[in-house]
Structure formats: structure tokens, C-alpha cells
């Protein structure tokens, strides 16, 4: 983001809130393309929240729970000391750091295992997606299960945005859906929305052997908020509108 092209959109648009989405989100990429990820992640928020503090505007900016290490025995809460494993994690931490220190009315928002009714670009898809695909297409399906989430609804997670948004809360805050599970275990729960009778394989991180490291316990709560549905209703929602656009 060139600082002064954000800072004459912010002065042309005069918007009262921002949020920013973007990220540089290839996390076993970024441990060979640090300079990139922390170009998004880091240097791009800090010229946003710059720019908004300068016209007074209120920022929204998503972070993730890869922040942490993943050695806590339950989900990490906003007071939790960040260790993130990998670069991914590094440049959204520092994200986060130059957000908060430069625009002092801003929200950043912690979530987990986002899932929407469009799909990342850059990961061809949504989890969800791609295993339905994978599944459809007759391919095995082995899945990580000593990773745990929050699945997260983008939608559910959008309308907790908006209304948190407007509300007086600044800082740093968690917003998942409740409940924590395994990948796998959300690989079946996708399949069993759609009564497709794949099998999944749950392998372990160890036999995955993804080039970044990832946290075990990516599971997040808040001590500031209420929390979201549970992971499978907004799961359920989510496959119903699908089945509405797709027809599987
Ligand atoms: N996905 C998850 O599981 C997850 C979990 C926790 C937190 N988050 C956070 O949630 C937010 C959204 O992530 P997502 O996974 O939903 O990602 P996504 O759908 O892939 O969206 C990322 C967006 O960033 C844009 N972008 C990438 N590089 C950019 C650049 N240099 N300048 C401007 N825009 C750029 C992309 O635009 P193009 O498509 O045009 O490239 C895309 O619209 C991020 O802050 C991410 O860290 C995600």
C-alpha cells in the first residue's frame, strides 16, 4: 500500500469507518517471502492506521490466531503474551502492533479458521470448498488433526464487525465462532452436510510436514465479548446457502 495513495483515497473518500482485509495470507510461502509478507502485513497496516489517524477515522483491521505458539492447554484470550511460529504470524503481529500504536481508535480483530461463501483467491478456495471438491472428485483425503481451530463463519464474523465497529470498544478484541476442533474434524462435518460418504485420513502436522510451522492450539476465546454461535451452526448456514448456489 503507498502510503500517499491511501492517505488521498481516505482524504477524497472521507469514509467514518475502514476495514482492512487484506493480507498477504500464504503461510508456508511467507517463511521464503518474508519481505513480501511483511510488506502486506506489517508496513501496509501502519500506513493505513497513519492515514487514518490523520483524518480521524476508525479502523477495522483482522488479525489471526497464528499470533500465538499454540502451547497453551485452553484458547488464548486477549491478554495472552503472542509468540508467533511463523513468518505469517510474525508480520500480522507487527500488523497489529503498528495499528494499535499508531491509530489509538482502532479495533483489531483476532479470528480463526475463516470460511466464507466466496473463497480466498490465493488458496484456490475456502477449506470447506476444497474438500468438497477433493471429496467429489474422488480424491483421498488426508487431513491434520493435531491442529486445532475455531471454524469461522466470514458472515457470522462480518456481522460481529459491523455492529463491534460502532460500538466504543478500541483495542485489541477475539472474535471466533464457539467451539474448537480439529481440521479433520471439520473436513467431516463439511462432508456430512452434504451426505458425501468420503473417508478422511487425520494425519498429524508431523507427517503433513507443511514448510511453516503452525500452531497446535489455535484455539481463541475472548475476556472482552460474547461469543459467536457455535462453529457447526454457522457451518450448517453456511453449507445451506452453498447447496442454494451450487446444487451438488
Ligand atoms: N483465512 C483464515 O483462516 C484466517 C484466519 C485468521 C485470520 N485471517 C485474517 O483475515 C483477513 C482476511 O483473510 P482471508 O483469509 O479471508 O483472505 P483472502 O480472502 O485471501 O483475502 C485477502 C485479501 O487481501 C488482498 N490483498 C493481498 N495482497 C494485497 C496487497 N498487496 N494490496 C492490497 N490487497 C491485497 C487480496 O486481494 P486479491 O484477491 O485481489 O489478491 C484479498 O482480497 C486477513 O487479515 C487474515 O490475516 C484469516
Not at 486477549?78 to 491509530?103: I, N, T
Not at 483421498?140 to 471454524?151: F, G, H, T, Y
Not at 462480518?158 to 465497529?165: C, G, K, S, T, Y
Not at 475472548?222 to 457451518?235: D, I, N
Request: glycine letters at 6%; a negative charge; one cysteine or more.
Amino acid at each position: 500500500m503507498d502510503p500517499v495513495a491511501v492517505d488521498a483515497l481516505l482524504s477524497g473518500l472521507r469514509p467514518a469507518l475502514v476495514f482492512n482485509c487484506a493480507a498477504y495470507n500464504a503461510v508456508d510461502r511467507a517463511e521464503t517471502e518474508r519481505d513480501l509478507a511483511f510488506a502486506v502485513n506489517a508496513e501496509g497496516p501502519a500506513n493505513l492506521a497513519r492515514a487514518c489517524a490523520r483524518h480521524r477515522i476508525r479502523l477495522v483491521h483482522f488479525s489471526t490466531n497464528f499470533v500465538f505458539d499454540g502451547m497453551l492447554d485452553r484458547p488464548y484470550v486477549e491478554l495472552d503474551e503472542p509468540a508467533p511460529l511463523g513468518a505469517y504470524g510474525a508480520s500480522k503481529l507487527e500488523g497489529e502492533q503498528w495499528v494499535l500504536d499508531l491509530q489509538p481508535h482502532s479495533l483489531v480483530i483476532r479470528t480463526s479458521a475463516l470460511y466464507g461463501d466466496r473463497g480466498s483467491a490465493i488458496k484456490g478456495g475456502s477449506f470447506p470448498d476444497r474438500i468438497l471438491s477433493r471429496a467429489v472428485s474422488g480424491e483421498s483425503l488426508r487431513v491434520v488433526a493435531d491442529q486445532k481451530v475455531n471454524p469461522t463463519y466470514a458472515s457470522d464474523l462480518a456481522a460481529v464487525a459491523l455492529e463491534l465497529a460502532e460500538s466504543d470498544l478500541e483495542g485489541l478484541v477475539h472474535v471466533v465462532a464457539a467451539g474448537c476442533a480439529g481440521w479433520d474434524e471439520l473436513a467431516r462435518a463439511v462432508l456430512a452436510e452434504f451426505d458425501v460418504p468420503a473417508a478422511v485420513e487425520a494425519v498429524s502436522s508431523a507427517e503433513l510436514g507443511a514448510p511453516a510451522p503452525r500452531p497446535l492450539n489455535g484455539c481463541l476465546a475472548s475476556a472482552r465479548v460474547a461469543p459467536m454461535r457455535h462453529w457447526r451452526e454457522g457451518l450448517h448456514d453456511w453449507a445451506v446457502r452453498r447447496a442454494a448456489q451450487h446444487r451438488l
